[in-house]
Each structure stands twice: as structure tokens, then as C-alpha cells.
């Protein structure tokens, strides 16, 4: 227990607990500190100085986020003297940043600016010290100009707790450079983490967005819409609505009006994934072989094992991803049904995601020449794509999706939340194992942020152990573990890159802090426990679209529904812009 203690801010008693940072203590108590660098999920490492107080005592100006409270203390918030520290910090850091606001990720809730503002800030004061500095490309779905750079060292931090370490901090001529390794057994897995903890928008997903444009436009092309279970708790954010709102109708709604020809839903996807993986789950227990099974829907967390393990490649389920399933469905199923060339059909996918660009490019995931998907659109450039269009998301009616894919399970929505996958694969692979129905779905232990979640489920009469894991530096832990230890046998292991799950993507609405994570996976449990229809093998258009279509051709089944994998080498970066170098 910690000791209660009194300090005075702004001289105002105030009662703190020992331990607490002067930032902690002034925020319970509504009295407002700026912040920059500062993220929940990292360490505190004070590099903005824009959170700087006053102690009375010695006069001292200190970083609030790192210091912490001693009894007495008094506090000063708002002196003249802290006001204009925090202005010098900001001109500072502007000198630094390569101001473009128009296309920054952040522009509509830049802090850096509402600060430049508060503070009075002429932001070219001082020359930006790095207009020259390079523009780098990470494959086709990451770019990271790190001329916006405010050396604040997030990105670094981020990578290195994804077990990546693909991002190294250089010092050339008194300044530091962000730099993506050169080492060959460091690679990128485009998980996007950097970007959603860059307090300056200097990474971004490679956008798309104005891409497809043009294919809307175009009569004799049929443009099908797609969108992941994740977005329909978080789109509403980018328009001011509640976190964690579903919005599911609306974006029905504003995918046609910006010119969607038909819009389905991701979800129904994941419930064919569900149907897929589980029947590999059941073979391979059945077998007693490729255990654990580890899923693969995540598509940096499968680059992250073809990449740094693939001694466990063989272990991925070959089951493609939602996404891919639902696309390709869509240009097979659905094409044939409303006598449709598949060549004419464009699939748009709106994902929390920017591995997920990485994913469609693969070329293990095409079928019958075709790719399932052709673009990708995060849940952000979505959000641009409307405000671009000037349609009031807030006012929209809500609206149904189309009817060829009926609507998904709450095991398929589920997906967005770390532990969804695992739940929903359970829920199935317990009637295929004993040909009973689960009364009881809800599996709480494997729900929840907690990095590595560990479970024992009993199906039958054998249990089996489980483990649901977000963040791919848990995921390392994880494989260490078993490495160490392999008589601690696994059935199932699921892995989402991001923290918390594809909540909180690296193409989500930002910020993305732990509390806004969770109210939008709490939002995603609500509508599945209010659905009647709960488990992907009891969706009735999965059952017909197996006996209709895919039962009657395993051949074309397994091209749609499957793919393989393998050991990568370092894929690398590319430099935009080399005149800058
Ligand atoms: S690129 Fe962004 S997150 Fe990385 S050090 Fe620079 S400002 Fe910080
Ligand atoms: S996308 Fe992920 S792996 Fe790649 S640099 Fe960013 S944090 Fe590191
Ligand atoms: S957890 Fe979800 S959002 Fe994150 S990389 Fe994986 S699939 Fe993409």
C-alpha cells in the first residue's frame, strides 16, 4: 500500500499517494499538463520537456511525467517562468520537425499544434534542421519521413517491444537520425505500431485511398466493399463520437454513398476462417501432429515467424485470413451467382491494418491467377475518404449490407479483439470434436489486454492448453518459452501483432491508448453477446455457400480458402526521395 501524502499545486492542498509522477497526481485532479511524447504503453523517457512544472523550493523546472511526488512538495503548473520553457521546447522541436500538415496522420488533432497555438509559437522561428533528411518506404505498406522527426524515440521503443528492432537511433553531425536497420537479420513486419506512437505523424500506412478513386468512378467496373469486424467500434472516434460507438450501419451506409456497388461484411469471413482453422485444429489433434497449431490471420505476426522463427512455419494454419476468404468469394461464389466477370469485380477492404497491404501483395495469396483483394484502405483513410466527400458520417442512417453473405456469427466479430480468434475456433472445434454444442461460449480467460494469456479447456476427454497472446515481443516470450520447454505441449496458440488485438491496429483512429482499446473490445463482446446466432459453423449462409459451392469442388475449396508459407529473407526498405539523402 502507498503512503498518503500532501503536496500543494498551484497552491492548492492536495492529497497524493508516494510514488505517483507530478503528471499522474495533477491529472486526477483536473489540472491540466500538457503532454507530446508521452504514451501509456511506454516507458516515460521525458525527451519533449513540453510537460514542464515548477518546484517553488528551489525553482527548479522538471519534466512532470518523470518526477515524482515527495511529501510537501509544492508544485507550480502555470508560471510565467514554465509557460516559457514550454514555448522554447516547442519552437526547439519545431526546428526539428519538417512541417506537413496537410497529409499528416494527424492533422485533424495535432497536439503539437494546439500547442504552438496555446503558447503563442512562431513555428519557423528557427530553420527545420531536417528538411533533408530521407523519406523511406517499408515494402508497399509503411513510409517513414523521418524529416518530421522530433527525436522523441517512441518508434524505437515500440519496435524494440515487438521483438523487431528493425528501427535504430543514429547520432551524425549533433543530430540524431531515426534509421531502419541495415542488419540483415533485422526486418520490418509492417505491424504499424510506429506509427500510431509517433507523437508527430513521421510514419504512416502507404495510402490508397485516392487509388480507388478512380475504379469508383468507373461504369463498367463493380467495386465490392469489405470491412473488417475491429472498424465498427472505432471509425465513429474520427468523427467525434463516443469511443467505442458501433457504427456498423453508418459505414454501411457511407461505403454506398461514396459509390461502393455492394458492401459486405469482413466478420462473415472470419466465420469461413473459423470453419477452415478449425478443421486443421481437429486434424492435427486427431494426428497429434504440427501442434501447436498458431494462427495466422495476423499478417505481421506471420511475417514475424517466416522472418525470425521459421522453424515454426510449418505450424501456421494454412487458412487465409477473412479478408482473403471473403474476397475470394466474392470474385468466385458471388460472380458466378449474378453471372459477373471476376476480372470486372474490384474488392476494397477497409482494415485497422497496414500489414494487411502487405498481405494482398503476397503472391501465396493469389487463386486462379486472381488476387482476392485489391486494396486496402485503413480505418483512418476511410475516414478521409468521407470528410474528403463531405458526407456527415454523425447524421447518416444507418443501413444494412447486402444480402449475398447474410450477416457474420459473434464469434466472426469478435476477431477484432485479442482472444476472439481462439474463442471462436473453440467454440467450433468443441462440436466438431464431440459432436455436441457448447452451452456455455463465453470463454472469459483467453478475453482481455494482458500480454500473454494462458488457459486450459477440456473438450471431451482430453484437455488442452491454450494460449492467446497480443504483441508481437509477447509472442517472442512465448516462443522462447517453448523452445526452453518442450514438454510444455500447446493445442492452440493465438497471436494478433498489435496490442490488445486489431483494436488497436496501426491503421486505427489515434490516439490509441490501453482505455481507448478496451472500450472499443468491450463493444465487440457487447454485440456478440447479443446476437442469437454465435458460432461460425451454425451461420446459415456458411453452410450454403459449403454445400452450394465449395463442398462440390475441393480443388477450388482450397485455392480460395488456403495458402502456404515460408521462410523469408530481409525484405528491406527503400529510399523515396534519394536527392534528399
Ligand atoms: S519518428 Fe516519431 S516516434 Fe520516432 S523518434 Fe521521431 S518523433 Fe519519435
Ligand atoms: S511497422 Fe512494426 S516492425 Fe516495422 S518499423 Fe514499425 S514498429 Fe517496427
Ligand atoms: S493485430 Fe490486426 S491490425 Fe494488428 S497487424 Fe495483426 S491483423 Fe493487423
Known sequence: MKKQIQILINGKKIKAQEGDTIYEVAKRNNIEIPLLCFHP????????????????????????????????????????????????????????????????????????????????????????????????????????????????????????????????????????????????????????????????????????????????????????????????????????????????????????????????????????????????????????????????????????????????????????????????????????????DPKKIIVVSIMPCVAKKYEVEREEQLFDGLKPVDYILTTRELARLIMKNEIDFKKLKSENLDSAFGEPSGAGVIYGASGGVMESAFRTTYFRLTGKELKKVDFEEVRGIQGIKKAEVKIGPNCHKIAVVNGLGNAKKLLEEIKANPKEKYTCIEVMACPGGCIGGGGQPMPCYPEIRQKRAESLYDIDSKKKLRKAHENPIVKKIYSEFLDKDEKLRRSILHTYYHKKEKEGFTILDLNNK
Open 41 to 340: 504503453d511506454l516507458e516515460i523517457k521525458a525527451n519533449c520537456r513540453i510537460c514542464a512544472v515548477e518546484l517553488a523550493e528551489k525553482r527548479d523546472l522538471v519534466a512532470s511525467c518523470s518526477t515524482r511526488v515527495k511529501e510537501g512538495m509544492e508544485i507550480i503548473t502555470d508560471s510565467l517562468k514554465v509557460k516559457k520553457a514550454r514555448k522554447i521546447n516547442l519552437e526547439l522541436i519545431f526546428a526539428q520537425h519538417k512541417e506537413e500538415c496537410v497529409d499528416c496522420v494527424w492533422r485533424f488533432n495535432c497536439q503539437l499544434l494546439k500547442l504552438a497555438k496555446k503558447y503563442d509559437v512562431i513555428i519557423n522561428r528557427f530553420k527545420d534542421r531536417k528538411t533533408r533528411f530521407p523519406i523511406y518506404q517499408f515494402k508497399n505498406a509503411i513510409i517513414f519521413d523521418s524529416g518530421k522527426c522530433i527525436d522523441c524515440r517512441n518508434c524505437v521503443e515500440v519496435c524494440h517491444k515487438q521483438g523487431v528492432d528493425f528501427l535504430e537511433l543514429e547520432e551524425k553531425k549533433h543530430l540524431f537520425h531515426i534509421v531502419p536497420s541495415e542488419k540483415l537479420n533485422r526486418d520490418c513486419v509492417y505491424c504499424g505500431q510506429c506509427i500510431v506512437h509517433c507523437p508527430v505523424g513521421a510514419f504512416e500506412g502507404v495510402g490508397e485511398f485516392e487509388d480507388i478513386e478512380k475504379p469508383l468512378k468507373e461504369k463498367d467496373k463493380i467495386v465490392v466493399a469489405q470491412f473488417a469486424p475491429s472498424i465498427r467500434t472505432s471509425l465513429g472516434e474520427e468523427f467525434g463520437l463516443p469511443y467505442g460507438e458501433v457504427v456498423t450501419g453508418k459505414i454501411t451506409a457511407a461505403l454506398r454513398k461514396l459509390g461502393f456497388n455492394k458492401v459486405f461484411d469482413t466478420s462473415v469471413g472470419a466465420d469461413f476462417t473459423t470453419s477452415e482453422e478449425s478443421k486443421e485444429v481437429v486434424e492435427r489433434i486427431k494426428n497429434n501432429s504440427l501442434l501447436p497449431v498458431l494462427t495466422s490471420c495476423c499478417p505481421a505476426w506471420v511475417k514475424f515467424i517466416e522472418f525470425f522463427y521459421p522453424e515454426f512455419v510449418p505450424n501456421l494454419t494454412t487458412a487465409k485470413s477473412p479478408q482473403s476468404m471473403l474476397g475470394g468469394l466474392i470474385k468466385t461464389y458471388w460472380a458466378k451467382k449474378e453471372n459477373i
